[in-house]
């Protein structure tokens, strides 16, 4: 059995995949009965390395289906912007510690038809410090516009840095000063391309009752995730923002090597 300050060091030396498993979805240091669960979840799983894929393959499915039932509903409030007003809706996840989705919504949209929605993943760096190494502000700023003219939901997740954490994202960062891209960044720091998981958006669109959505995506490998997670998704909305000097390179590398 790993130490707990061994299970909570992503990135090391140890990169056994179950580990990897329970850093996504747990996140962060676990303590108390968290740290029971993580312990009762890695005695019973019987693969400790990545010699058999197609089985650690079903092992991770059946623990995110796991992880998707546990998301409740905590409340919603009115929440006035400079766009105009929209309903803000919380959630909690009981199976990762501290991740608290919300929901910027417009019911704008008539009984069985698609709905506007926009997955949103953090990003503090653009959108509360003023970075310009992505355009992630851009799209959020634009897809809340959306949203409060044509009707619809942004959800908005706490997966800093593609699901790598703030401060791993910095790190990111420093190695691509260094000329690393953003790809080979996250590679070298010990992660996988994309670390995030999207296990919460069915439960929400079903507490919502939201049963088909057309997706304002740039991204493949969220749809391809929502997909498997079985959301219906009618049509795919592109968001494409202007490049700056700061974040072309990339943006370019986003579309070439991860779709």
Known sequence: MQALDEISCVGSENKS?????????????????????????????????????SEWENEKTRKRRFAAKQVTFVSSCKMPTKRGEF???????????????????????????????RVHDQ???????????????EQLDYSLQ??????????Y????????????????????????????????LGFEDD????ECVPAILKDMGIKTINLMTNNPFKVES????????ANRTPIVMACNKHNQAY????????G
């Open 146 to 155: 959306f949203i409060h003219t044509h009707g619809g939901a942004v959800i």
């Open 17 to 53: 995949r179950p580990l990897a498993l329970q850093m996504r979805l747990f996140g962060g240091v676990i303590f108390g009965p968290e740290a029971a669960e993580i312990q009762s979840l890695m005695s019973e799983s019987p693969y400790t390395s990545a010699e058999d894929d």
């Open 123 to 137: 990003c503090q760096t653009s959108e509360v410090l003023g970075s310009m190494r992505c355009d992630c502000k």
């Open 195 to 198: 670390e995030r998981s999207y």
């Open 251 to 258: 943006i370019e590398t986003k579309a070439k090597r991860m």
């Open 157 to 188: 997740l706490p997966q800093e840095g593609r699901g790598i954490g703030l401060a791993n994202k910095v790190a990111a960062y420093s190695l691509q000063d260094d000329g690393y891209d953003t790809v080979d960044a996250n590679r070298k």
């Open 87 to 117: 309903i803000l809706r919380a959630y909690r996840s009981e199976t990762r510690l501290g991740f608290e989705p919300v929901v910027m919504v417009v019911e704008k949209w008539k009984p069985f038809e698609a709905v506007h929605v």
């Open 226 to 233: 929502l997909k498997k997670l079985g959301v219906h998704i």
